[in-house]
């Protein structure tokens, strides 16, 4: 009987355990957590999302405040198309959380950094471009190009030094994307390093329309598989969404894929920036408290538990302080909801908007609680303590769990 470790990714030479974890943001897919999948010899991701935010949490940088002060007149105002981002500061952001990361890298594995197109940050392809080129140069080992369809991150990484020598890879959900990013950059002559396959089971946003459950990863990961035979493409594949254990893992292994991408089991580790007390939350919860929904203002659908307190909340867009979702007008969805609710009820001293959420301030908080859709598993993955709580795991002992195990086995942690 086959384990994950019977199988290698390779990258040219390079020969790393076929686990990645999948990027999470905001800071989910903390440095800790991406260091420890580098450490035991496969790939972590850090993610890009909300990183002058997320360095002000972790480097006593001071972006977030900088921001809101220049921008305070506008805070009482719906038209947030004058709030823009600092290049400079986003770089530093991106250099800071990336060099630390990097510096403290030990093992034979890599640390990727997820990238979100859909963090259009009110000057989309300016914000892209400082993000992409400077992870490059900050010396991240690659980056996998997310929530979007990317196709035109490869050209504006094209002049950088690191352009050809990073692993480039790109996260999609159905041939006709993937077939559109390789046309669109057919003229580069760059094929990417790897392909992730999402398929709808997974956490955060989709790549589908609420018509997700009609999809299935085995059948799209069979049809690209296919068409890069027929194309000739040697492209590594790297299946994710719902690969809950270590024989699922195998059984793409098996069919001709580099290696699987999983994250909702690391959910519940300690090096996760979930906060313990949502930890339990995740735990806890039941295949019917779990949904997709359109709340992201993104566009896409994205999974969560019902219960996540940014569900219903009416705050103030905080777009002065953070602002990454706004599109290149300066519009944001959740800002019209907001609005619209307010000209409904003047006189409320709190309303609710419950069509969509604003995901930068809730994400960055922890109260949007994504998730993967075998989150209701997690409660069979470790031991329940005397006083009702789940405990928590390493990342360590997930990673070995996917690595080692058979018989779709999950093993349960030592006791602490
Ligand atoms: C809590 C959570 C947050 C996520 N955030 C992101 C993200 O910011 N960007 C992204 O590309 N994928 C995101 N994902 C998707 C994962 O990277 C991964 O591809 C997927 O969840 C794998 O499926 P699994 O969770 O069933 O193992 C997220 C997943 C989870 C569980």
Redesign the pocket.
């Known amino acids: 009987m086959k384990r994950v470790d019977d199988f290698r990714l390779r990258f040219g030479k390079r020969e790393l355990v076929p686990i990645v974890i999948?990027?999470?943001?905001v800071d989910?897919?903390t440095r800790e957590l991406a260091l420890e999948a580098a450490r035991l010899g496969g790939v972590g991701?850090i993610?890009d999302?909300m990183l002058p935010t997320v360095t002000d949490r972790h480097y006593k940088t001071k972006f977030v405040s900088t921001k809101q002060k220049q921008y305070k007149l506008n805070i009482e105002k719906s038209d947030k198309s004058i709030v823009q981002f600092d290049l400079a500061q986003v770089a530093e952001s991106t250099r800071l959380h990336v060099s630390k990361t990097m510096e403290a890298k030990h093992g034979d594995g890599m640390v990727f950094i997820?990238c979100?197109e859909k963090l259009t940050m009110n000057a989309p392809k300016e914000t892209l471009r400082v993000r992409l080129n400077t992870a490059l140069d900050a010396g991240i080992d690659g980056i996998?190009l997310?929530?979007g369809l990317h196709l035109g991150s490869f050209a504006l990484m094209e002049e950088n030094p690191r352009f050809r020598d990073a692993k480039l890879g790109i996260?999609v959900s159905s041939l006709r994307a993937l077939q559109l990013f390789l046309r669109k950059n057919s003229k580069l002559g760059r094929l990417p390093d790897y392909v992730?396959v999402?398929g709808p089971?997974?956490?955060?946003?989709l790549g589908f329309g609420m018509d997700w459950a009609q999809y299935d990863l085995r059948t799209i990961v069979a049809e690209i598989q296919q068409y890069l035979r027929e194309e000739k493409l040697d492209i590594p594949l790297i299946p994710?969404?719902?690969?809950?254990t270590g024989s699922d893992a195998v059984s793409y292994l098996e069919t001709g894929s580099a290696a699987v991408?999983?994250?909702?089991?690391f959910?519940v580790a300690k090096e996760c920036g979930?906060p313990a007390k949502v930890q339990q939350e995740y735990f806890k919860t039941s295949e019917d408290n779990i949904e997709v929904n359109m709340l992201s203002p993104t566009g896409y659908p994205m999974r969560m538990l019902k219960n996540s307190p940014g569900i219903g909340a009416g705050i103030r867009p905080n777009c002065e302080a953070y602002g990454y979702i706004l599109d290149a007008n300066g519009n944001c969805s959740y800002i019209d909801a907001y609005n619209r609710e307010v000209a409904l009820h003047p006189d409320a001293k709190k309303i609710s908007v419950k069509d969509k959420m604003c995901l930068c301030t809730h994400m960055r908080n922890y109260d949007c609680w994504?998730?993967?859709?075998?989150t209701y598993r997690l409660k069979d993955t470790t031991h329940r303590n005397a006083d009702g709580t789940y405990q928590i795991l390493t990342a360590e002992h997930v990673f070995k769990d996917y690595q080692f195990s058979t018989d779709n086995k999950i093993a349960l942690p030592p006791h602490p």
């Open positions: 999948g990027g999470m943001g989910i897919s991701h993610s999302a997820n979100m996998t997310a929530a996260i992730v999402e089971l997974a956490g955060g946003h994710a969404g719902g690969i809950f991408q999983v994250a909702t089991r959910t979930i994504t998730c993967g859709h075998y």
